[in-house]
């Protein structure tokens, strides 16, 4: 994955500029009575806690941000986000305040998320292991796509199809699953490796598994072993 990259782009959306607001972030604003700029003071309390709420989101982030009406003064605003609320898409930012009097007031936000995610190269029927021509990057706002795309390539190793995906889809984590590489009762290789050492006996698979899923085999001395399903139909022991 490319490092996490933040870029805070703030708009203040002055008189103006009130129908651009009204489109960007729709019913932050009331015909006839436009929003005010921000104070810097709240705009930079505000981009503080974005910058620090952003760390780890897997793209370059955004920020448009809507004036406010009838904002009363304060000598340090504080930024924060209602519980349960997610750094995405549109949402409401509050600001709180205690001196010269105590008030708070929410603002109209919205965060966008450039990144890469993946896309069906070509159709993809029900059942289809997923290749490298199945598969296309693309780059986009990820706060405008489901939150289950893709934006990780590991994780279309190894998957089938769940569904049929058209051309041109993003694909999601819930139309793929696992490749069966274990059947429960199978007779398995079962491989424990370190630092320049490598052991391997069989066992018998308790449960199916999809590969990189956690299965259990006893083995013929009658160990119950646990480890990760591999791409080979092996089970690796964790060291």
């Not at 490796?193 to 449960?207: L, P, Y």
Request: hydrophobic share 45%.
């Amino acid at each position: 994955m490319h490092d996490h990259t933040l870029r805070i782009q703030i708009r203040r959306l002055a008189i103006a500029a009130a129908a651009m607001a009204w489109v960007a972030i729709p019913g932050a604003a009331i015909a006839g009575q436009p929003a005010e700029p921000l104070p810097e003071a709240s705009r930079l309390a505000i981009e503080r806690l974005v910058q620090t709420q952003s760390k780890g989101l897997p793209g370059e982030i955004s920020l448009q941000l809507q004036g406010a009406r009838n904002l009363p003064p304060c000598d340090a605003p504080e930024a924060f986000l209602a519980p349960g609320t997610e750094l995405r898409g549109r949402i409401s930012i509050g600001l709180r305040c205690v001196s010269p009097a105590p008030w708070k007031r929410f603002v109209q936000a919205y965060v966008g998320v450039q990144g890469r995610y993946y896309v069906a190269a070509q159709p993809i029927e029900a059942g289809q292991a997923l290749g490298a021509a199945d598969i296309s990057e693309r780059r986009g706002d990820l706060a405008a796509l489901p939150r289950s795309v893709v934006t990780d390539p590991s994780a279309l190793h190894g998957v089938v199809s769940a569904n049929r995906i058209a051309a041109g889809a993003p694909l999601r984590k819930e139309l793929l699953r696992g490749t069966v590489v274990i059947q429960q009762g199978q007779t398995v290789k079962v491989v424990a490796q370190g630092a320049g050492f490598s052991v391997s006996t069989e066992g018998r698979a308790m449960t199916r598994a999809e590969v990189g899923a956690t299965v259990q085999a006893k083995t013929r001395d009658g160990r119950l072993v646990s480890g990760i399903a591999d791409q080979e139909g092996q089970i690796r022991l964790a060291q």
